[in-house]
């Protein structure tokens, strides 16, 4: 099992910054990927942003490419998400998940752990 905990939503003003955490716990040497995703109300839950663990590779939505940037820290099993130039579409709870292995890593079924969700809004 690997356990999910994720923290830095809130409230910002459009054009603003945030900065998202997500620690994962147990065992961790299964991490083949980590991944961002976001459900707004009404709205299935899609894909942000990834990074393989080994390597470092990422991957981000069309939608956010050039605002967001993923990083990771293995030594603390955490990966971060820093979020510029946000807009009030971006409103929305944010997930962490992991994967240990992913063939598609935009798609949400490919991810065996999820966390608890962090809520992210915007306001214009």
């Known amino acids: 099992q690997v356990q999910l905990v994720e923290s830095g939503g809130g409230l910002v003003q459009a054009g603003g910054s945030l900065r998202l955490s997500c620690a994962a716990s147990?065992?961790?040497?299964?991490?083949?990927?980590m991944g961002w995703f976001r459900q707004a109300p009404g709205k299935e839950r899609e894909f942000v942003s990834s990074?393989?663990?080994?390597?470092?590779?990422?991957y981000y939505a069309d939608s956010v490419k050039g605002r967001f940037t993923i990083s990771r820290d293995n030594a603390k099993n955490t990966v971060y998400l820093q979020m510029n130039s946000l807009k009030p579409e971006d409103t929305a709870v944010y997930y962490c998940a992991v994967g240990t292995f992913v063939t598609v890593v935009s798609a949400p079924s490919g991810y065996n752990y999820w966390g608890q969700g962090t809520q992210v809004t915007v306001s214009s």
């Open positions: 990074i393989k663990w080994s390597g470092g590779s990422t």
């Open positions: 147990g065992r961790t040497f299964r991490i083949y990927v």
